[in-house]
Every structure is written in C-alpha cells, then in structure tokens.
C-alpha cells in the first residue's frame, strides 16, 4: 500500500511541475508584435510571388514597428487601400491588419509605448545586419 502511496504523490508532484512551468498566456504586446512580425513577413512573400495578380506591386508599402505611432496610419491606409480587392491573399492581409489596428486601439491601447513618430521609417525597412564569415 505505501508505494502505491508514493507512486500517487509522485505523480502529483510532477503534474505540479508541469502545469507552474507551462508557458504564460500571451500579452498584448507579444501578441501585437507577432501579428506585426506576420503580417510584414506576408507582405514580403506578396511582394516576391509570381503567382499573385501585377496590382499588388502597387500596394502600400507595409513594413510595420509597432513602436512607432505612425503604424496606425499605416495600418488604415493599407485596410482602406482600394485597390487589388479581386486578390484573396490580400484581403487576408488586409483582415489582419484590421485585426492588429483593432487590437492596438482597443485592447492594447494602456500597454503599449510607441517610442517615436517617425513616418519616413515605416517607408523603409531596416534590413538585419549581414553577418561575414
């Protein structure tokens, strides 16, 4: 009877452990930032695809820093962009914005910081620094 004992609080303890190690929910701000990081990511992919109607070539440019203040302008632009509505990819790209817009104003709009305002920067994005060998 008392291994049986010691196996059951055994397993006890160890589904403790696993449950106070599981990962945290997501924060407005991570959440924010990974939909940004995505969407900037589907944008690129857009952009280089040979399949997808020539009007996407004439899309907003969409690089987005949710740090800075001018995203949101951004984000409207690209959602009320006329343009290109016959491309499903997109209008998925363009409901996501609208969801990260939504989220920032709605959801987010106590936590975040935006550390500038700066709306040239959100016209060119900074390529990661290329690593020599």
Do not use: W
């Not at 930032?33 to 969409?62: G, N, Y």
């Not at 106590?110 to 060998?133: G, Y």
């Amino acid at each position: 009877k008392i291994p049986t004992m010691k196996m059951l609080l055994l397993l006890i303890a160890l589904l403790s452990a696993a449950l106070l190690t599981s990962t945290a929910p997501p924060t407005c701000y991570s959440r924010v930032l990974s939909l940004s990081k995505e969407i900037t990511e589907s944008f690129k992919e857009l952009q280089t695809s040979k399949t997808v109607d020539s009007c996407v070539q004439t899309l907003p440019r969409l690089y987005l820093d949710i740090h800075n203040y001018c995203v949101l302008a951004k984000l409207r632009d690209f959602v009320a962009y006329p343009g290109c509505d016959r491309v499903v990819e997109v209008n998925e790209l363009k409901e996501k914005a609208r969801s990260l817009y939504t989220i920032l104003i709605s959801y987010c709009r106590r936590d975040l910081v935006f550390l500038t305002d700066d709306c040239n920067a959100l016209e060119i994005p900074i390529s990661p620094p290329i690593e020599h060998s």
